[in-house]
């Protein structure tokens, strides 16, 4: 058997594994050990291997900004961040049409900008919004598909879990991906109070609106999201200079880890000023990291196991070769790529897509002509992965964010619930087609401050 249709076996075997629900990082890493074995054929050469790989996964400066993000995002949820940044929307938008549901939005894309975790994101925001919603005569259809979709903003806003791993999978500047992610973020956040405005126009009846709020009320709701803007400015602003990204002279004020170990500091102490985290939720934070670490790592540590077994058979970069050799033009290629991220999207999660595939998809991209150059195409295409393993999130029969929002509004059947975010999923898909055609719109920030 050839390595390619080795490779082949592995993978199905792979994707199995999962189906039968055998833990996604375990199944990685079984099937890339048996396979490594198969092809080496020298066991003892493989638990050397093993031994060397682990320490080197694991010893890696660069995924130590996986639980200081993940931490930030435990101390924002329990600190309250997520009622001032819902008040002060609702304030502003509730007299519209639907306006508590672009409420939810707009605070969704402002918690995830300190969270970085969609689940976490969507299942606080659904804690604080949905009640209000319901209360206020919204039907469970409109609520839960607005609260499941803008739980996606938490991995598309910087800083991201996901855009964090896929840097250092391709060895790119983690300071650069969250720039580039900035505007296609808002886009999307803009993209779902559309979504909300043409929604209640087609159904009124599945909306209200709320009196109308003076302006001096708005401004002392404003008044509510300083945190946010501070240590959201403050992380960004200081790592935008990292790795000779700030002008000749002038140095990072810290590096994407430091920048998440300040911004997990500041969120701490907000929240411990606000009596919001106190001593048994700061350990309660600190398990639920670990718990959390420990699950992104051991899937980190079988896709590293596993991508040596698709090296060692030479599959990325065969297929890398057999695309060129087919004339393929590159945006049929892309796209191609990006149904198959759709497809994946229905049945698995988004870290375990990003670990799976790019390692294989990466090599082919970087030798296609876009036009760009290779770090503007290594950055383009980050973002048009992230957004759409975003999209996986609320696509049925899977996605995370539509179990956590449906476990929270039981009264509210699961079809209604899917029914609900398809106008958002559709959102989602014009989005990326736009992406596509005009790859400035996720690179002109990180053109503008090189």
């Known amino acids: 058997m050839d390595g390619f249709t080795l490779s082949l076996v592995g993978f199905g075997l792979m994707l199995l594994l999962i189906f039968l629900r055998m833990p996604i990082g375990v199944a990685l890493f079984l099937t890339g050990f048996f396979g490594v074995w198969i092809v080496t054929g020298r066991p003892n050469m493989v638990m050397a291997q093993m031994k060397s790989l682990t320490y080197e996964t694991f010893s890696s400066y660069s995924l130590s900004v996986v639980p200081l993000f993940l931490l ?248 890398a070769d057999w695309v060129t050799a087919r004339g393929f033009a590159p945006m049929t290629v892309l796209v191609m790529m990006l149904a198959l991220y759709l497809v994946f999207g229905c049945v698995m999660d988004s870290l375990s897509m990003i670990l799976l595939t790019i390692p294989i998809f990466f090599p082919i991209v970087q030798g296609l002509d876009f036009g760009l150059t290779p770090e503007e195409t290594a950055i383009w295409f980050g973002i048009l992965a992230l957004i759409v393993v975003e999209v996986g999130l609320i696509t049925p029969p899977v996605g995370m964010n539509l179990f956590i929002i449906s476990s929270m509004a039981k009264t509210v059947p699961m079809m209604e619930t899917y029914r609900g975010v398809l106008p958002f999923v559709l959102s989602d898909l014009v989005r990326v087609a736009i992406l596509v055609a005009a790859p400035s719109i996720s690179l002109f920030l990180v053109r503008a401050v090189s």
């Open 72 to 319: 930030m995002g435990q101390f924002a949820t329990r600190s309250g961040m997520s009622k001032g940044l819902f008040r002060a929307a609702a304030d502003w938008l509730g007299h519209y049409r639907g306006g508590m549901a672009m409420a939810s939005v707009g605070a969704c894309a402002g918690f995830g900008a300190v969270c970085g975790s969609s689940l976490a994101t969507a299942s606080t925001m659904g804690q604080v919004a949905l009640p209000e919603m319901r209360r206020y005569g919204y039907s469970g259809r409109l609520s839960t598909g607005v609260l499941a979709a803008g739980g996606t903003l938490g991995i598309l806003i910087p800083p991201s879990v996901i855009l964090v791993i896929y840097a250092i999978l391709t060895e790119q500047n983690i300071a650069k991906m969250f720039v580039a992610a900035l505007v296609p973020g808002l886009l999307a956040a803009l993209g779902y109070i559309l979504v909300v405005a043409i929604y209640v126009r087609i159904w009124p009846d599945e909306a209200t609106s709320l009196p109308r709020k003076s302006y001096g009320e708005r401004l002392r709701a404003l008044g509510g999201i300083w945190p946010v803007v501070v240590i959201f400015g403050l992380v960004m602003w200081g790592i935008a200079g990292d790795s000779n990204w700030a002008q000749a002279g002038q140095q990072a004020l810290f590096t994407p880890t430091e920048g998440a170990a300040v911004g997990a500091v500041l969120t701490g102490l907000y929240g411990a000023l606000n009596g919001g985290l106190t001593l048994r939720t700061f350990f309660d934070c600190v398990m639920e990291t670990a718990v959390t670490t420990a699950m992104i790592f051991m899937i980190v540590f079988g896709a590293q196991v596993f991508n040596t077994f698709l090296a060692l058979t030479q599959t990325p970069q065969g297929l």
